[in-house]
C-alpha cells in the first residue's frame, strides 16, 4: 500500500530528484521508523551503501556499473542531495537500519542494454509516457515543471493536512494507478522484468522484517509493487536474462549531468533551483534573490540591495497574478530578467547556467573501489594540484617549470588514451614552444573512460605507452604515424618512440605518394621543434623528415600538374604546410638547413613558372618567395602580369589571385601597401568578360571575404580613387587625380608628427615629467586642436 500504514509494506513513490519527494520521505520515515529501507538501485551496490555515510562523500554523486570484458559498456545511478532515495539511504545510515537496493541487478541491466544495441530493434518504437507531462496536462496545466512546484514543492511540513506526511504518497499512488491502466508499461518494456525482480525483493524482505519496512522507488512503479502476483510468475519473467559481470564503484556527479538537456532519462530542469529548495530553511525567494544578486556584482554588474528587494516583489506579484501558491522558477526568473538584468536574456543565460542548473561537481572518499588506473590519475592530480572541475577553465602551461611540463606530459597522455580531459586551445601569451594553453572540463563520463583505458596498462605512463605503441602497429596511414610521434613527444613517452619510429620508417619507405609525404612531414618538423623545449633525443627523427623533405623536393613539380579544382587546393594547403616545417627545419637540422632551403626555394622558383601547374598552386609558390624576401616587388608584379593577360582563362586568373592574396595572412594589406599589383588586379578584373564573371566571382569572393573588414574598406577607397598620380608613394599616399583620402594630406608634415613626439615618450615612459607644472609652448598647434 501506498502512505497509510494497512497489511504490506509502507510504499514510498516518488519522483527522482524531487526535494519535495526528499523532504515528503524523511518526514514519513521519522514517522513510520521502518524496521529496514529498499532502495530502487542495483543491488551490486549494496555494498558500497556505507561509505554514503562518509564525511567525504558529498554530492552529486553516482553508483557506476561496467561490464568487466567492455568497461565502455556503462550505466550510472546519480543521487542528488535533494534526491529522496540518497534521503532514505542517509537515514538509514544515520539509525543503523537495514538498506538495500531492490532493482534488477546490473549485470542483467547491462548485458540487456548490450542485446538491443545488437539487435537495433528494428520499427518504430513507442514514444515513452511521461506521467508528470500527463497529470499536468490533466490539471489544465501547460507546463509539468510548474504543476510539479505548485503541488509538490510548494507544500510545506504542516500545511494543513490532515493525513500528515503519508498523504501526498497515497495521492500520488493513486494518480500512478489511473495512468498505469490507461498506459500499461507507458513505452517501458523493461519494466515488467524489472518490477518482477523488486517483488520478489519485497516478498525476501517480508520474511525478515514483516511489514515493518518502508519501500523507497519511482512513483511510477508503485501500482505494479502493490499488484498481487505469483512468485512462480515473477521468476519466469526472470528465466533466460542476459548476464553480464559488472563491477560498481561511487563517482562524483554534476548538476549539469542532472539536467534533462544532458539525455539524462529522469533528469530535471532545474538542478541548482530544486537544491537551493530543499536547502533553505525559509524564505527562499528572498535567499534565491540574493545568491543572484551576489552573482552579477561578481561579474561587475550593478546590482543592488534595492534591486534584490525588488525582485522578491516583481516575483510575489507575478506569482499572485497567475495564481500559484508560491513564486516559483518561471516568477523569480521573470523578476530577475526585469530588474537586474534590464530585459537582457545575457546575464540571465549566465544566471541559468551557473545557479538554475548549478555548476556542482560531487566528491567521493578515497576508500571507494576504483580501478587502478583511476587510482593513478587521482595521486597524479593531487601531486600537480590540477583539480578536475566541473567548471570549464583555461590554463597556460610554461614548459620551463618542472610542474607544468609534467602537468603539459598528463594531459596530452590522458588525450592520447582517449580521455579528453584537457584540449590545446589558442594562448593569450606567448605562441612559442615553452607555452601551452589548455580548456580543462572534468565530466563524469571521462571514469567511464578511464575504465575502459585501464586494459593498457595500471598507471597513465604505461597505459599511454602501450596504447601508443599498438596505434603505431595499426597504422596504415604515412600521417598517422607522424602524428602519433609528435603525440608521443609531446606526451613524454620515450618507451614507445622506438616502435613508432620503426613504423614511421617502414611507412616512409613504402609511401611514393608526394600528398602522403607532405602531410606527413609538418607534424615530424613540430616534433624535433618541440625537443628541444622537452629535452628529447630526436636525432633519427631528424633524418626521417630530412629524407621526408627531400622526395617532396623532387616529386612536388609533377604532382601539381593536371588537377582539378579541389585536388589543387588541397595541395596549395600542403605546400604552405610543407613551406613551414622546412623552415623549422632548417632550424631543427642544423646540417641541411643550408640545402633544404636552396632545394625548396628552386622548387617554388619552378612551380611559378610552370604553365601546367595550377593557378591557385603557382600564386601561392610567388606568394611564399616574395614574403620570404626571395623575389622582389618588380619580379611579383611581372609574375602577376603574365598570370592576368588577356590570354589566360578568366577561372584561371581567379586561382592563381587566390593562391598570391588569399589565405595567407596579410594578403590584403600586400595590396593595400602595393598599389601596383592591386592596378593589376583592378585592370584584370574590370576586363573580365560578362558572360565569365559569374564563374570567377565565387573564387574572388572567397579570397576578399577572409580579409578584416578595415582591410577590405581600405581597399575600396584605393580602387575607388585609382590609380595614384606621379611622384606620390606609399599606402599612404593620395591616388586620384589630384583627390585625397579622408584624413590624409597631399604631403606627409613633419613638423606636426614630430609635435607628438614628446607627449608619446611621456606616455611610453622614456622621458621623466618635467619638474615644472606649467604648461610648455610650442610652435606647432596645441595638443587637441586641428589646423
Known sequence: MTGTRAAGPLLLGVRHHGPGSA??????????NPRAVLIEGPP?????????ADEEMRPPVALLAHAVDDPGRAAFWPFAEFSPEWVAIRWALARDVPVRFIDLPAAHSLAMEADADRDDTEGEQPVPVDPIRVLAETAGYDDPERWWEDVV??????????????AAFAALGEAMTALREAYGDGGHPRDAVREAYMRIQIRTAAKEFGDGFAVVCGAWHVPALRTRTTLTADRALLKGLPKAKAELTWVPWTHRRLARHSGYGAGIESPGWYEHLFAAPDRPIERWMTKVAGLLRAEDRFVSSAHAIEAVRLAETLAAMRGRPLAGLSETTDAIRAVMCEGSDVPLALVHDRLVVGTTLGEVPDTAPAVPLQRDLTRRQRTLRLKPEADEREIELDLRKDTDASRSRLLHRLRLLGIAWGEPATGRGSTGTFRESWRLRWEPELYVRVAEAGVWGTTVLS????????????ATALAEVTALAERCLLAGLPDALPVVMRAL???????ADVGHLADALPALARTLRYGDVRATDTTALGGVAAGLAERICVGLPPAC????AEGAEALRRQVDGVHTAIGLLAGAVPENADGLRTRWRAVLHKLTVRDTVAGVIRGRAARLLLDDGHLDQDAAARLMGLALSPGTPPADAAAWIEGFVGGAAGGGMLLVHDERLLALVDSWLTGVPADTFTDVLPLLRRTFSAYEPGVRRTLGDLVRRGPAPAGATGAGSPSGAGATAPGFGPVLDTARADAVVPVLRLLLGLDERPATTEPAHHDDTPLGETA
Open 505 to 511: 620508417a617502414d611507412r616512409a619507405a613504402l609511401d
Open 44 to 52: 551490486e551496490g549494496d555494498a558500497l551503501l556505507p561509505l554514503a
Open 23 to 32: 523532504r515528503a520521505v524523511r518526514a514519513a520515515l521519522d514517522t513510520a
Open 463 to 474: 597505459a599511454a605507452t602501450a596504447r601508443a605503441e599498438s596505434d603505431a602497429l595499426a
Open 561 to 564: 600538374t593536371g588537377l582539378d
Open 153 to 166: 514543492e510548494h507544500r510545506t511540513p504542516g500545511s494543513g493536512e490532515a493525513a500528515g506526511p503519508l
